[in-house]
């Protein structure tokens, strides 16, 4: 008697909530999760707009204003390592983005 009951509440459970955890949609990130650049994307530090600057990691909006500022101001960046000339920008930042950076 106990499993012809059982039986008929997973059945009708199976009927009304059809979508289980295992036929969820699988996501890579948690609800909420900082929004991360696809790895593949490089930023091009001598186009880039202030907003595309605040994608890399280190780089808020006062950061990003000062590099384009320094561009503005001195030109082009022969190199990308040229990018800890603008104030604000030390080496650590140039390490953690220099996978995604491009001239």
Not at 20 to 46: F, H, Y
Not at 77 to 84: G, I, K, Q, R, W
Request: glycine content about 6%; aromatic content about 4%.
């Amino acid at each position: 008697m106990n499993k012809l009951l059982v039986t008929l509440l997973l059945g009708a459970a199976f009927t009304h909530f059809p979508l289980l955890a295992a036929e969820a949609p699988k996501t890579d990130t948690a609800p909420n999760a900082e929004v991360q650049m696809p790895q593949t994307s490089k930023i091009n530090i001598n186009t880039a707009t202030e907003s595309e600057l605040q994608l890399l990691k280190g780089i808020g909006q006062a950061k990003a204003k000062a590099i384009v500022e320094y561009r503005n101001q001195y030109g082009r960046f022969a190199s990308v390592e040229d990018l800890t000339k603008v104030a604000g920008v030390g080496q650590k930042v140039l390490d953690d983005n220099r996978d995604i950076l491009s001239l």
